[in-house]
């Protein structure tokens, strides 16, 4: 629900890219990443620049 009001807002075309790269990144870096907020904000950062952490 967080990343839904922080960024998405109910869209679900958002979500789904957001989602995906958090997946990507989990696979990429499986004993060094995890799921947390930072991750989510390294993505939203990525995704729109005018999200800042």
């Given at each position: ?10 869209n679900i075309r958002n979500c ?11 696979e990429q870096h499986p004993e ?22």
């Amino acid at each position: 629900m967080w990343v839904n009001d922080a960024a998405c807002h109910g869209n679900i075309r958002n979500c789904v890219k957001v989602i995906f790269h958090i997946q990507d990144i989990l696979e990429q870096h499986p004993e060094t990443a995890w799921f947390s907020r930072d991750t989510v904000r390294m993505v939203l950062a990525f995704l729109d620049s005018s999200i800042r952490s």
